[in-house]
T-cell receptor, first 116, second 115 residues
Framework: AQTVTQSQPEMSVQEAETVTLSCTYD???????LFWYKQPPSRQMILVIR??????QNATENRFSVNFQKAAKSFSLKISDSQLGDTAMYFC?????????????FGTGTSLTVIP | GAGVSQSPRYKVAKRGQDVALRCDPI?????LFWYQQALGQGPEFLTY????????KSGLPSDRFFAERPEGSVSTLKIQRTQQEDSAVYLC?????????????FGSGTQLSVL
């Protein structure tokens, strides 16, 4: 079974500062994808960043970057120069492919508040 | 359409009522997923369609839950004889293909409250 754990239910950060959200996962698979999704109050899940397990290089998207440690099964998200619009729930997700299609497993989320 | 559209945005039902939740995926998207998100939790998988075929319904919590996608586009999630534990946000997501590296696009969900 695949599990995704986010151990920080809530976090806060001052505007313009840097914050890191933690995520660990458990799987016996070798090839999979990892994602960070943002869910603002509008409820729509928005893809922040994704990482393929085979790629050693950490993914980066503008102010968002990950620290992917495959052996430790850790996938943390770093947000640099935090902005008020970053306030949202953040979900870490794991995806593997079954013969019936792709399957996603989500963590319980971290509520991030950016303080002006 | 421009994005995944779900309706209604909010639904209040009395215990025992039947409800139907609609999902309009992005036009041309082959894969469609339904997720249930309880308060304070992450989304949990309910069911998956590839075109009109329901390939995986292992996440449906009981036989009161039924999903269909008869023409391979719009999907409906039906819950019969609703119970209070069915209260949650129901999210729909679609992707262009079933390929492993395909991106998933989510709708804004339907918040169901069962009184």
């Amino acid at each position: 079974a695949q599990t995704v754990t986010q151990s920080q239910p809530e976090m806060s950060v001052q505007e313009a500062e840097t914050v890191t959200l933690s995520c660990t996962y458990d799987t016996s698979e070798n090839n999979y994808y990892l994602f960070w999704y943002k869910q603002p109050p509008s409820r729509q899940m928005i893809l922040v960043i994704r990482q393929e397990a085979y790629k050693q290089q950490n993914a980066t998207e503008n102010r968002f970057s990950v620290n992917f440690q495959k052996a430790a099964k850790s996938f943390s998200l770093k947000i640099s120069d935090s902005q008020l619009g970053d306030t949202a729930m953040y979900f870490c997700a794991f995806m593997k492919q079954f013969n019936t299609g792709n399957q996603f497993y989500f963590g319980t989320g971290t509520s991030l508040t950016v303080i002006p | 359409g421009a994005g995944v559209s779900q309706s209604p945005r909010y639904k209040v039902a009395k215990r025992g009522q039947d409800v139907a939740l609609r999902c309009d995926p992005i036009s041309g998207h082959v894969s469609l997923f339904w997720y249930q998100q309880a308060l304070g939790q992450g989304p949990e998988f309910l069911t998956y369609f590839q075109n009109e075929a329901q390939l995986d319904k292992s996440g449906l919590p009981s036989d009161r839950f039924f999903a269909e996608r008869p023409e391979g586009s719009v999907s409906t999630l039906k819950i019969q004889r609703t119970q209070q534990e069915d209260s949650a946000v129901y999210l729909c997501a679609s992707s262009l293909t079933e390929a492993f590296n395909e991106k998933l696009f989510f709708g804004s969900g339907t918040q169901l409250s069962v009184l």
